[in-house]
């Protein structure tokens, strides 16, 4: 059973960076073919997919999001992170991992984040 689990501060100023870490267990992030993604929801926008970064390393993000995003993994901890700059208060949201093949089948439980100072 692979279980995703996110960690990171619940509260970041305006203009600082956002980061988050997902621990994943049950499985290995370098096992072909999956994605593993980073996901946001906010009560205006719904869900929103940030970017994934693949079993080989490979990284893909939103476009409308891609010049403030960064996701990289730590594979001797079997963890990734996502890093999104210069947030704002529409950044609020709760921050999903999951795994992606053809559609995310294992999500985290999710973790809120405020943009406020």
């Known amino acids: 059973q692979v279980q995703l689990q996110e960690s990171g501060p619940g509260l970041v100023k305006p203009s600082q960076t956002l980061s988050l870490t997902c621990t994943v267990s049950?499985?290995?992030?370098?096992?072909?073919?999956?994605?593993w993604s980073w996901i946001r929801q906010t009560p205006g926008k719904g869900l929103e997919w940030i970017g994934y970064?693949?079993?080989?390393?490979?990284?893909y993000y939103n476009p409308s999001l891609k010049a403030r995003t960064s996701i990289s993994r730590d594979t001797s901890k079997n963890q990734f992170t996502l890093q999104l700059s210069s947030v704002t208060p529409e950044d609020t949201a709760v921050y999903y991992c999951?795994?992606?093949?053809?559609?995310?089948?294992?999500w985290g439980q999710g973790t809120p984040v405020t943009v406020s100072s």
């Open positions: 999951a795994r992606l093949q053809v559609e995310p089948d294992y």
């Open positions: 049950g499985g290995s992030i370098t096992t072909a073919y999956y994605y």
């Open positions: 970064i693949a079993y080989s390393g490979s990284t």
